[in-house]
């Protein structure tokens, strides 16, 4: 299941950008974060895909989600320009950023490619 992550949430599951100028991944699991606003046509077309994609990589993978709208301190941290953008973290490395509602096949190789995670 996605999560509604919160700025404080986010501090604590992902990664700490007041403590941290490096980047630092907090989390036990690699991550997908989901930049969206609910007034988003293409935001609301991928949200059932990665509720979808939160169920068939339960344990491998979370999946959250930030309302840039309500979170405006962290889309800003992130430079968001454009929703939908997704943030895919991986244990180790680097984070990507990709913009755009992609194809659940596209999120799937992302998925498999930077977070190294399988079904």
Aim: charged share 30%.
């Amino acid at each position: 299941m996605t999560e509604l992550l919160s700025k404080q949430a986010f501090l604590e599951k992902v990664f700490n950008f007041e403590k941290n100028k490096e980047w630092k991944f907090e989390g036990d699991l690699p991550c997908i974060i989901d930049f969206y606003a609910d007034w988003c046509g293409p935001c609301k077309a991928v949200a059932p895909v990665l509720e979808e994609l939160s169920n068939e990589y339960e344990g491998k993978i979370n999946i959250f989600k930030v309302d840039t709208e309500v979170e405006q301190e962290l889309a800003a941290a992130f430079g968001i320009r454009s929703i939908p953008s997704m943030l895919f973290v991986p244990k180790e490395g680097e984070p990507q950023m990709s913009q755009g509602a992609l194809p659940k096949h596209q999120l799937e190789q992302i998925i498999g490619d930077v977070l190294k995670a399988s079904k």
